[in-house]
């Protein structure tokens, strides 16, 4: 049996292929293929954040919770449409074709994305007037946004090595971070310049001309990159132990048994050579980060407008843009600590990075993330005498500056556990990310839920009086889930690097036919 070093090791063993640079992977041939996308496209979403509540509320007339139905659907989309864009990501070109420009599976399901996402917003701003045709709209926007997703990842996880993963990833979400930055400058803009209608259409419009381009970009320049083969397709030594089951009788109960096994077999060829201790905890893990995030861009606005600082809405956003401020600073750390990158060129060339340097970097860098959460959102939160409004605002402005750090220091987290789990094998790596993305999305809906649960509960306990108490409570409740997600991370850091058994079990509708061939061979020879 190889030793848990030997096996890591070989991990790390790259074939170049005719086409691909043995040197350090660039970061800059990720600038046109990924990472302007990934701004233009975050750019135009996030160009409808300020757009969209306002055209529901005003021109539409709806009530509140009628404005979030419609916001939240595009999420709804996204999670709908995860596992159907995970098998498109799926589909893999021959060998032969792969240096042509016949797109493989990963840039198929960008192209396809970045191209209905354009028609979605192009179809919003010519026809959507009433709350039926946007839900639609949002609902079809968010399903293209998720295969072109995870198209990108399973790109990445294709070219990239995983020494230069977390960097890349890292750079992705801080791109993306930027474009979030300016869209919804943008949209404020084109609503003071052309009013509320006008302003919609106009933005939705602009949305659609920033994404349209795209999908040629992506043919242009994504067909070109090589592909970065890896031995072995995990970094754990494997076994392979052959099962067969027992073929039914008759052909209606071997059909019927195909049917009801069906999920099961597919999960297995998914998840087939993928360790399951490590792919526990990370999911469980990368589930809390993502329940975390969203319950920050919760949390902070209630505790500045509703908690014991009473700021009007301005000073609102004045925080949230502080708080987004530094953690775009802060985003290019986070590749440094994922990838185990040193810090001086001494340093680096003293000793080589190990791939089990770079599985601890994961985990240090959502340890540091989550931890500074804990302590973000738990300073934000502590009551403070009505009389002291500086020192509640004080408490606020910190906490938001820490949790903004925190969440530039899990920049690209994410993305790259996915990427580094999923199965190098190019038929399966859509697959994995697709439910990869299932399970992160699904964090991001829990994550205001249960704030915003724990606020309603000590409110209807308190009664009317008791905001500013619900307020520290939400706040609260997002330590807690941080404090969860720092311990998933510490258990994911102590899951070694072990031994993996591969177990190929023969189902039923592979076995039929095999039984007809032979007895039909059986027949003709006699």
């Excluded at 839920?449 to 306990?461: D, E, I, M, R, S």
Aim: glycine share 10%; aromatic share 6%; net charge positive.
């Amino acid at each position: 049996m190889p030793s848990d070093d030997a096996s890591a090791d070989a991990a790390d063993i790259r074939v170049p292929t005719s086409h691909q640079h043995t040197g350090e992977h660039r970061l800059r041939s990720y600038v046109l293929p990924v990472l302007l996308p990934t701004f233009l496209t975050f750019m135009a979403s996030g160009m409808l954040v300020p757009v969209l509540p306002l055209y529901a509320a005003a021109a539409l007339k709806l009530p509140p919770h009628a404005v979030g139905n419609v916001v939240g659907t595009r999420g709804v989309g996204g999670i709908f449409f995860a596992v159907p864009a995970g098998f498109l990501a799926s589909f893999a070109s021959t060998p032969e074709s792969s240096s042509s420009f016949i797109p493989r599976g990963d840039r198929t399901a960008m192209c396809m994305g970045v191209l209905a996402t354009a028609v979605c917003y192009a179809l919003t701003a010519a026809y959507a007037r009433g709350v039926e045709t946007l839900t639609m709209s949002r609902f079809a926007a968010g399903g293209s946004y998720m295969i072109w997703q995870v198209g990108q990842q399973a790109y990445v996880k294709r070219t990239c090595p995983n020494e230069h993963r977390g960097t890349v990833l890292s750079t992705v979400g801080l791109v993306a971070r930027s474009g979030q930055f300016v869209g919804p400058i943008v949209g404020g803009e084109l609503l003071h310049t052309f009013g509320i209608s006008d302003g919609t259409v106009a933005a939705f419009t602009l949305a659609a001309a920033l994404t349209l381009p795209l999908t040629p970009l992506t043919l242009m320049f994504a067909h070109k990159r090589a592909e970065c083969t890896q031995l072995p397709s995990t970094p754990y030594a494997t076994t392979t132990t052959t099962t067969t089951t027992a073929t039914p009788k008759s052909a209606f109960l071997a059909k019927l048994a195909t049917v009801a096994r069906w999920p099961y077999d597919a999960a297995r060829r998914v998840l087939d050579g993928v360790p399951k201790r490590r792919l526990a905890f990370s999911a469980l893990a990368c589930a809390l980060v993502m329940t975390v995030r969203a319950s920050r861009e919760y949390v902070i606005p209630i505790l500045a407008h509703q908690g014991f600082a009473k700021m009007p809405a301005r000073e609102v956003g004045i925080v949230v843009a502080f708080s987004s401020l530094l953690d775009l600073m802060c985003s290019p750390l986070s590749g440094r600590i994922m990838d185990a990158k040193r810090w001086s060129k001494a340093a680096a060339g003293a000793t080589a990075i190990t791939p089990r340097d770079r599985a601890l970097g994961r985990a240090r860098s959502g340890m540091a993330s989550m931890m500074l959460f804990v302590v973000g959102l738990s300073v934000m939160s502590l009551p403070v005498p009505s009389s002291r409004r500086i020192a509640a605002c004080v408490l606020l402005y910190a906490g938001g500056a820490l949790a903004g750090i925190a969440n530039g220091l899990s920049s690209g987290l994410v993305m790259t556990l996915g990427t580094d789990l999923a199965p190098a094998d190019a038929t399966r790596t859509g697959s994995f990310l697709g439910v990869w993305r299932l399970l992160s999305d699904l964090g991001v809906f829990i994550g205001p839920l249960l704030t915003g649960a724990v606020g309603t509960a000590v409110l209807a306990h308190d009664g009317s009086g008791g905001e500013e108490a619900a307020a520290c409570a939400s706040g609260y409740a997002g330590a807690a889930m941080a404090a969860c997600a720092c311990g998933a991370f510490m258990l994911l850091a102590g899951v070694p690097y072990g031994e993996v058994t591969t177990t190929t079990t023969t189902t039923t509708s592979e076995l039929v036919p095999l039984v007809r061939a032979n007895e039909s061979g059986a027949a003709a020879s006699s």
